[in-house]
Nanobody, 124 residues
Framework: QVQLVESGGGSVQAGGSLRLSCAAS????????MGWFRQAPGKEREGVAD???????TYADSVKGRFTISQDNAKTTVYLQMNSLNPDDTAMYYC??????????????????WGQGTQVTVSS
């Protein structure tokens, strides 16, 4: 089992930045992946960014060039630096983890463990 705890959400004006953190109860990166998803009201949960065990990263097209996923040296915390935020980025953001490997941008079915979510609200 892996427990995930997100933090760092909040409200920001368009053009602003936020950094989300996700602390895992144990490192998943010996073989797995950690990622960030978001879900806006009335919409499906969508993948935002993933960090794979080999250090590679993947991003949804909608956030490329604006969001950056990274990890700490202990490989138990992943971050999502979000710059140039716009109202379309408003959503509940979830951290996820899995021991499995996959290719491309993660889908919810790729992941096994989920955090409770942290709200990000961007006003125009």
């Amino acid at each position: 089992q892996v427990q995930l705890v997100e933090s760092g959400g909040g409200s920001v004006q368009a053009g602003g930045s936020l950094r989300l953190s996700c602390a895992a109860s144990r490192s998943i990166f010996s073989s797995g992946c950690m990622g960030w998803f978001r879900q806006a009201p009335g919409k499906e949960r969508e993948g935002v960014a993933d960090m794979h065990s080999d250090g590679s990263t993947t991003y949804a097209d909608s956030v490329k060039g604006r969001f950056t996923i990274s990890q700490d040296n202990a490989k138990t915390t992943v971050y999502l630096q979000m710059n140039s935020l716009n109202p379309d980025d408003t959503a509940m953001y979830y951290c996820a983890a899995t021991w499995r490997r996959f290719l491309g941008v993660g889908r919810p079915s790729n992941y096994d463990y989920w955090g409770q979510g942290t709200q990000v609200t961007v006003s125009s």
